[in-house]
Nanobody, 116 residues
Framework: QVQLVESGGGLVRPGGSLMLSCAVP?????????MAWHRQAAGKERELVGS???????TVANSVKGRFIISRDTTTNTVYLQMDNLKPEDTGVYYC?????????WGQGTQVTVSS
């Protein structure tokens, strides 16, 4: 069973930083895969935060541009989301997902709470 494992969430004050990690199985960690972070706030729909396309280019949502960076380490098969200058509206469950070979794989999510 292919499983993605997120970590790094927690409680942080506004203006603080967190780095989320997503461990991706070797079998689907491919430069041809689409890898992304999504988030879902309570009572809202899941939204895309940042992604690597299957061609390797990366983008982040306008709401987090200049504050969040998505990256990946091909030696450890890990996708990261560095989050700086966090705001209360960034609160939610953050999910890692990989689309490869016609299948979408999701992690269980990690909670991020931004509050004073």
């Amino acid at each position: 069973q292919v499983q993605l494992v997120e970590s790094g969430g927690g409680l942080v004050r506004p203006g603080g930083s967190l780095m989320l990690s997503c461990a991706v199985p070797q079998s689907i960690f491919s430069r041809h895969a689409l890898m992304a972070w999504h988030r879902q706030a309570a009572g809202k729909e899941r939204e895309l935060v940042g992604s690597f396309s299957s061609g390797g280019s990366r983008t982040v949502a306008n709401s987090v541009k200049g504050r969040f960076i998505i990256s990946r380490d091909t030696t450890t098969n890990t996708v990261y989301l560095q989050m700086d200058n966090l705001k209360p509206e960034d609160t939610g469950v953050y999910y890692c997902d990989v689309q490869y070979g016609g299948t979408a794989y999701w992690g269980q999510g990690t909670q991020v709470t931004v509050s004073s």
